[in-house]
């Protein structure tokens, strides 16, 4: 039998969905299924229900087994078994960013807790940060630092480009930053900071000034070298490139951040987001044993340890995903060249490798093309820079879309954009 996982909320009666009734077991058989053995026991023959292909730049689609494991049976958080897997993906988070030292918080939240842990722990009232700001989330950034108390300065970038490393040095020699920060991939543009330029230029001027990268949109889909590079600060989210249903807030900072930490002055400015509350917890965890400050979001964690597991002890390695990232990447965007589409990023050299940011055909506007993909099922995204959002669209390519290249993800998405294009361009003649 072949158990499907419905994509569809239960009806609001409560009854339980048909559909699902396949993959419910009786009580008595859960305790057959061990911690580790419960997805590959149990989960031969699953498959998720047919569905639209999900290419936003996030969240993406989830590998079969991710999925099933979001369906692992309740445990407590504080259970040997559950403790046992939280560590697993304290390390294995470290794997992923190339780093040996810097100190992981896995917290149920989205991407955006990142900023407010990162204001609330590095910053104190009246510091000064410097964002180097390249889109919607940029923007963003610098607003919850201000909402901190940081004095924000910003280098703000030309539509579709990023700060070039000139601007960076001339602004970390003019000023001393307590931090600088950026976003890697900013999700609204599709452009690609040079984070490893923007460490060395900012470290090479400043050493004591930490630098921070929200990669919510580039963990696992561009390279990042956390140690090697001096990134002193790496925040994400599990629904990207990391593979794992939104729920996660997952960030990794390095020694000197923990010491910048451990040396203020006056407490985090946050309750729920302090690291004086966490810090214990994550290093209980790593150790083996469960710890409480407010209630983890377990199945997550052990849908996050699936993911991890398949990026960091399966084939294709980590350094093949990298490869097969750009690769589809170049796919995506030579077939919107070949259809006369332009890129929103300035310059190729900086453009994702996990998503692709496009401008509309002259006279198309998104309602004539995000409907037309649709039929087809393929979700892509609108824009989304407040000046610029009705003049392209977004696609996501992360994760399972593109290491599983059997689901021939790409090919669909290249053809629906092809068809979609070609008959909303027809349409318009026709108008």
């Known amino acids: 039998m072949v158990h499907r996982l419905p994509l569809r909320p239960f009806p609001v009666s409560g009854a339980p969905s048909p559909t699902f009734a396949p993959i419910l077991r009786p009580a008595s058989s859960l305790h057959l299924y061990p911690r580790r053995s419960f997805t590959s026991t149990i989960m031969a023959g699953f498959k998720q229900e047919p569905h639209k292909l999900l290419v936003i730049p996030g969240p993406i689609e989830v590998s079969d087994e ?54 609330a722990n590095l910053v104190e009232s009246g510091e000064h940060v410097l964002v180097l700001n390249s889109g919607y989330f940029g923007d963003s950034f610098a607003e919850c630092l201000k909402v901190y108390g940081a004095n924000v300065d910003e280098i703000r970038a030309p539509f579709g480009a990023a700060a070039t490393l000139p601007d960076v040095e001339k602004a970390v020699l003019s000023k001393k930053y307590k931090i600088v920060a950026f976003t890697h991939v900013d999700t609204s543009t599709g452009v690609l900071s040079d984070a490893k330029g923007i460490a060395e230029t900012v470290k090479r001027v400043s050493p004591e000034t930490l630098v921070v990268m929200d990669s919510v949109c580039s963990v696992a889909s561009e390279e990042i070298r956390m140690d090697d590079w001096r990134i002193d600060v790496v925040l994400t989210a599990s629904q990207k490139g990391l593979g794992t249903p939104p729920g996660l807030s997952i960030l990794a900072a390095s020694e000197q ?136 669209f977004r696609i996501g390519h992360m994760g399972v879309t593109v290491v599983d290249k059997s689901r021939g993800d790409i090919d669909k998405i290249i053809a629906a954009m092809k068809d979609s294009v070609a008959e909303a361009l027809a349409s318009k003649k026709t108008a």
Not at 67 to 95: K, Q, W
Not at 274 to 285: E, G, H, R, V
Not at 320 to 346: D, M, W
Request: charged share 20%; net charge positive.
């Open 66 to 119: 991710v999925l099933y494991a979001n369906a692992h049976p309740s445990v407590s958080h504080m259970s040997a078994d559950f403790s046992s897997v939280f560590g697993d993906c304290i390390r294995m988070t470290r794997e992923v960013l190339y780093t040996t030292t810097a100190q992981p918080f896995l917290i149920s939240g989205s991407g955006t807790l990142g900023w407010d842990q990162v204001a």
């Open 257 to 392: 951040a923990m010491k910048v930490f451990e040396n203020r002055s006056t407490p985090p400015a946050s309750y729920y987001a302090s690291w004086k509350k966490w810090l214990p917890i994550m290093q209980s965890y790593e150790k083996g044993s469960a710890a409480y400050f407010a209630t983890p979001p377990v199945n997550l964690i052990y849908a996050y340890h699936v993911s991890l597991t398949q990026i960091t002890k399966q084939s294709p390695s980590l350094e093949e995903r990298f490869k097969l990232h750009k690769e589809a990447s170049q796919r995506v965007k030579g077939a919107a060249a070949e259809l006369g589409l332009e890129q929103l990023p300035l310059d190729p050299a900086f453009a994702a490798n996990g998503m692709t940011a496009i401008y509309l055909p002259p006279g198309v506007a998104a309602s004539d093309l995000i409907p037309r993909l649709l039929k087809r099922d393929v979700v892509v995204a609108g824009g989304l820079h407040k000046d610029h959002k009705e003049k392209y």
